[in-house]
């Protein structure tokens, strides 16, 4: 038997609530209330080793994310799209649209954002990346000033400063 498990980790844009179990990373989410970090010496080694890797990411120290998923819902489409986010590279972005071309079917645009929308792993599959094709920032489940935020880390630090 596999027991889920829940962790939390202060990060610059917030706190972060970080799901899975032995098998993998299941959910990573923010929250808008405080919640104290989670001692390490409870936490699953995958759980651990997704902290240790969102703390880098935020230190600049990260680009790619390197762990075990245990995502077990989503439709196909939905799983094609979050696959597809993970070829939006570090510091750059993609419209829904050139994700839908990618994906072969153009006219798919807002099904690949309501997808975008669902994606279990905020952060470590980008959907923070994804963009409207005039290049104006659009919706995020953390709120578009993380987005703002996530994007501006993204960014050289002599070009930009997130904190």
């Known amino acids: 038997m596999i027991l889920?498990?829940?962790?939390?980790?202060?990060?610059p844009l917030g706190t972060l609530r970080?799901?899975?179990?032995?098998?993998g990373l299941a959910a990573v989410g923010f929250l808008d209330e405080s919640v104290a970090a989670t001692a390490a010496a409870a936490v699953p080694r995958c759980l651990r080793a997704a902290a240790d890797q969102l703390r880098a990411y935020f230190g600049r120290e990260l680009r790619d994310f390197d762990l075990l998923y245990d995502v077990a819902r989503g439709t196909d489409f939905q799983r094609q799209v979050w696959l597809a986010l993970t070829t939006v590279g570090y510091g750059r972005t993609a419209s829904y649209l050139?994700?839908?071309?990618?994906?072969g079917n153009p006219g798919a645009v807002r099904a690949v954002g309501a997808a975008n929308g669902q994606n279990p792993l905020g952060i470590v599959w980008p959907c923070h990346r994804i963009i409207g094709a005039s290049g104006q920032l659009t919706g995020y489940a953390g709120g578009l000033w993380r987005k703002q935020g996530l994007l501006a880390l993204e960014q050289p630090a002599t070009q930009t400063e997130l904190f």
């Open 4 to 11: 889920s498990s829940t962790v939390y980790l202060s990060s």
């Open 18 to 23: 970080l799901s899975g179990s032995d098998a």
């Open 98 to 103: 050139e994700l839908a071309r990618q994906l």
